[in-house]
Nanobody, 123 residues
């Protein structure tokens, strides 16, 4: 069974940083494009970032460009999201995603989701 387990969420002040991790099991990690999505209370699930399976090319949603960095360690079956200069609008549940398709901005291309980890940015 495929499992994606997120960690690293929590409460942080505006301007602070967090590093999320997603450990994958039950799949050939290096054959999957991976990504992060987030969902704030009362809002639709929003694309945050993705990283390709071949060249590890990163992609970012406009609200996080210049502040977040996605990376992966295939030897550890782990996906990361480094979040810097956090703002209250970043408050959401963050979900790890493994893609079945190649269009990373479409949630229908996601084959497997993690359970999510809460990120709260507040003073």
């Amino acid at each position: 069974q495929v499992q994606l387990v997120e960690s690293g969420g929590g409460l942080v002040q505006p301007g602070g940083s967090l590093r999320l991790a997603c450990v994958a099991s039950g799949l050939s990690f290096n054959t999957y494009a991976m990504g992060w999505w987030r969902q704030a209370a009362g809002k639709e699930r929003e694309f945050v970032a993705a990283i390709s399976r071949v060249n590890h090319t990163p992609y970012y949603g406009d609200p996080v460009k210049g502040r977040f960095t996605i990376s992966r360690d295939n030897a550890k079956n782990t996906l990361y999201l480094q979040m810097n200069n956090l703002i209250p609008e970043d408050t959401a549940v963050y979900f790890c995603a493994a893609y079945d398709g190649s269009y990373y901005f479409n949630s229908e291309m996601v084959g497997h989701w993690g359970q999510g980890t809460q990120v709260t940015v507040s003073s």
